[in-house]
């Protein structure tokens, strides 16, 4: 049995793995992908999914269009010392890398929480720091509220009276010309099409695992969040407001739905995965979330690769 079925039989018992490191995630996003698994005995330890890329005659260890991590995913048991998690994590991650296929360009963002910075540049990595927001779901609606910023918890109140919020799946299409404005008027275009967002779209609607939170007014959407989830985390995917609308409190009310909701459905934490823009990273710190940091390992040893992005910036 190859690694990859192994890995499809886990995914299905295991409540562990990630949403995109789910195999029917990974076929979207991926034309093709394997997976290192890494063993301790007889029990799975670890496992690490990656996207098979060739490009230019090389080949390419990167994050997917449209996936904000990728493992290494480390199975901890019940009965370890908590004085050996470490030493756990790090055996089971360099078991991972060495599995992995000898790359020249790498450029992969691996999930919060991951500390082994050392294996990484040992591995001739080079680790870029990265940051998001974590909003534990275990406390009261009440107290998650509180956490919140004064002027966040306003507009909240105030959009709970302007805007109806739907779960509308069918209005996909306007986030996608949303962001696509927004974007222009930053001189930026989106790095992905909407053929590729519909087919992710799909695929978390035949797995339960998203919804897509439409704010109206009257008849005119003014904003729009698209949340997914696995069994533990919620994820902020992504958003857009109507650029002809000026009701910037719709944005606000989406986000504090979409917490609530991930709180009924029983998960634990709200990831808000962050930005490095100024004015986005404003506005998620205001949600009361825990600032969390998290690696992208990136490597360019390739002429070719480093002369194809200086021409194709």
């Given amino acids: 049995m190859s690694n990859k079925d192994i890995y499809k039989q886990l995914c299905e ?19 093709q992908w394997d997976v290192a698994i890494a063993r301790k005995g007889d029990r799975i ?37 908590e004085s050996n998690t470490d030493n756990f994590e790090h055996e ?15 450029h992969l963002a691996v999930q919060p929480g991951m500390r ?21 779901l275990n406390e009261s609606e009440d107290t998650l509220l509180a956490n919140m910023k004064d002027t966040t918890r306003r507009n909240i109140r105030i959009a ?9 799946p069918e209005h996909l299409k306007q986030l996608y010309h949303f962001q696509k404005e927004t974007l222009s008027k930053k001189g930026l275009t989106p790095a992905y099409s909407f053929r590729e967002m519909e087919h992710i779209m799909n695929a978390c609607i035949a797995n339960d695992a998203c919804r897509l939170w439409v704010a109206k007014e009257g008849k005119k959407i003014v904003a729009i969040v698209w949340q997914v989830w696995d069994n533990k985390c919620s994820y902020y995917f992504m958003g857009g407001q109507n650029p002809e609308s000026n009701n910037y409190r719709a944005m606000s009310l989406l986000l504090w739905h979409t917490i609530k909701e991930a709180k009924k ?39 070719r690769w480093w002369l194809k992005k200086l021409i194709f910036k």
């Fill in 92 to 106: 089971t991650v360099l078991d991972l890398i060495k599995q992995l296929p000898k790359s020249k360009v790498w």
């Fill in 265 to 303: 459905q029983g998960n634990t934490l709200f990831d808000l995965e962050g930005s490095m823009d100024e004015g986005v990273e404003r506005f998620f710190r205001n949600f009361g979330g825990e600032r969390a940091m998290y690696m992208v390992l990136q490597k360019n040893k390739s002429f």
């Fill in 160 to 168: 709970e009276g302007e805007v109806i919020v739907s779960n509308s």
């Fill in 116 to 136: 082994q910075v050392g294996i990484f540049k040992n591995h001739k990595l080079s680790p870029q720091v990265q940051q998001t927001f974590l909003v534990e």
């Fill in 45 to 81: 330890a670890g496992t690490w999914p990656y996207p098979i890329e060739k490009k230019l005659g090389l080949t390419l260890i990167r994050t997917p269009k449209l996936t904000p991590y990728m493992g290494p995913q480390v199975f901890f048991p019940k009965d370890l010392k």
């Fill in 13 to 31: 018992t295991s409540k562990e793995i990630p949403l995109f490191e789910q195999p029917w995630w990974l076929d979207v996003v991926c034309k």
